[in-house]
Nanobody, 124 residues
Framework: VQLQASGGGLVEAGASLSLSCTYS????????IGWFRQPPGKEREFVSA????????FYADSVKGRFTISRHNVKNTVYLQMDNMKHEDTAVYYC??????????????????WGQGTQVTVSS
């Protein structure tokens, strides 16, 4: 099982950015995929998750209404569209996968597989 996050960069407050998580491995299309982030000097925190079908999604309160998660199983990719970004969105963003967790699972321990992170910096 492999996951690779990409699409990070430097943007100004109010701008948009789209992250991608490409995954590979047996039956990974049936896994819940989640996005987490780790701000500088802080612990890793939950951002959003999506069910294997894409029919169920879940968001942290801090990003609800600004971020949108989606997935394309044929392309083996999960996307995180980030709009109206804020300085406090600055973090390393990680994608993760698990076969048994719920979409509402927000703990790091709820996810078994992790990809490398991608840096997102929002200037104020």
């Amino acid at each position: 099982v492999q996951l690779q996050a990409s699409g990070g960069g430097l943007v100004e407050a109010g701008a948009s950015l789209s992250l991608s998580c490409t995954y590979s491995g047996p039956t990974l299309t049936t896994y819940v995929i989640g996005w987490f982030r780790q701000p500088p000097g802080k612990e890793r925190e939950f951002v959003s998750a999506i069910s294997w079908s894409g029919g169920s999604t879940f968001y942290a309160d801090s990003v609800k209404g600004r971020f949108t998660i989606s997935r394309h199983n044929v392309k083996n990719t999960v996307y995180l569209q980030m709009d109206n970004m804020k300085h406090e969105d600055t973090a390393v963003y990680y994608c993760a996968a698990d076969p048994g967790t719920r979409v509402s699972g927000t703990a790091v321990r709820d996810y078994r597989y992790w990809g490398q992170g991608t840096q997102v910096t929002v200037s104020s």
